[in-house]
């Protein structure tokens, strides 16, 4: 752990206090603080309220010894020890204040010896005992002795940036550089460990996908559909919904439907219209033809569906088009799939766009084609794999 050293502004009248500046500074000194204070000010060009104030800005606790005196004003009319106690308030710098206990008994030289000066004194000391706590001393011996606990209390309740030295701040750097280094090392596998992984790639066709998934599940892992976008109007798509926040979207420009979703059983799926783009989502249950779907009255009023197997979500985007997607199957690794380690999730789905006026669907060509899957790279990657179909057509609608 870096040592901090913590900087004390040390505030008070001069030349009434300088035995009691003197022993406080020496306990700072001794409990690895860093005093500050006007014994410091330089010959410069500027007023002495803007050097006290760069002075204050750098310290992280402003310490007032407070006695028989106000002490010498600024152009305004306001003692420098008043404005340093007011700047450290304003500037959210924690307070340490000793005041001396009984006025009456100090000797008269270190007394205010006007009415005015007395009457500023009275005011300042007011303000400094209201609404804070303060320490009181009788002499040099006392005040040490409450500056030593006072300054420790600080320390461990209200800790401060302080001050550490540079060369230990760059040898933590270099131990941070020498773990992340070391922790990157232990996690690359390399080129010949994945090749090792792997003895030919998987390839499904659309004729056959499930059978050349199960001839190979002992060979070789399959690879991830990593697109998540389709833009064709007729086609077959593969993706992975626990993937991608669950979205996959279909079509492009106008035409595209960010569709979304996550996972609820081996017998249906969430649905969502937190897709960028969509507007509404309606449920049509136990509908076979894709084609009619689109003309069947749908209420759009729910921000998620939960549609099962053989169920159409109807997906409407804000330039007014459609689209349906009916769920054909769907695998869940939580719910005994057979080949759970390998594609936990699978969900197969055709969908329809379409936009405009109302009129019967036109037809186009639908195929309906099975997707074809790479193998993988990454044992780590095994886990995430799902399968979906599609076919896509087009037609118009309110």
Known sequence: MQKKKYQVFVSSTYTDLKEERLAVTQCLLDNDCIPVGMEQFPAIGMSQMEYIEKMLDDCDYYLLILAGRYGSCDDDGIGYTEKEFDYALKNGIPVIAFVVDDIENLPGKKCEQTDTGREKLNDFRTKVCKGRMVKFYSNVDDLKAKVVTSINHCKNYIPRIGWVRADSLQKEDNDIEEKIASYIDSHIISKDEIDQLFDKTVVMDGGNAEG???????????????????????????????????????GSGKYAFATKWTKASDRAIYAYKDGAGIEGIARIKNCSDLKYAIEMKCDFSSRVRTPEIGDIIIWKNKYGHFAATRIVSILDDSRGADHDELMPMRSTCERICGGGKRKRPRLYAPSVSSCSRMSLSSVDLLMFNSLASWALFTSRRM
Do not use: L, M
Request: glycine share 6%; aromatic share 12%; proline share 5%.
């Open 212 to 250: 050349h998934a199960n001839e190979s599940r002992i060979k070789s892992p399959p690879v991830i559909q990593r697109t998540y976008s389709n833009a064709d109007i007729s086609g077959s798509f593969t993706f992975d919904y626990s993937n991608n926040d669950g979205q996959y979207t279909i």
